[in-house]
């Protein structure tokens, strides 16, 4: 897990509402370069390739390929 609640100190106001959220700064660090490691998978072209994806799958647009039809799978890929 990247963030619990002993890494955080919630501040609330006077009627008990949380109002900010303190981390340390190592903790932010952490968290600025799992961000930035995982954006590429959240960049608007890399979701419509996955929903893309996803519709081909669903509409049986896919080969499975095995070691003995490669070749079959390269030609497939050309069409």
Known sequence: M???????KFVHDNT????????SYSTFQEIEAFLARHAYFYSEAVQEQLRKS???????????VKPNNIEDAIAWLHE
Do not use: A, R
């Open 54 to 64: 996803e519709d081909d799958i669903e509409n049986e647009q896919y080969i499975e």
């Open 2 to 8: 990247l963030l619990d609640y002993t890494d955080v």
């Open 16 to 23: 008990g509402v949380t109002q900010e959220v303190i981390i």
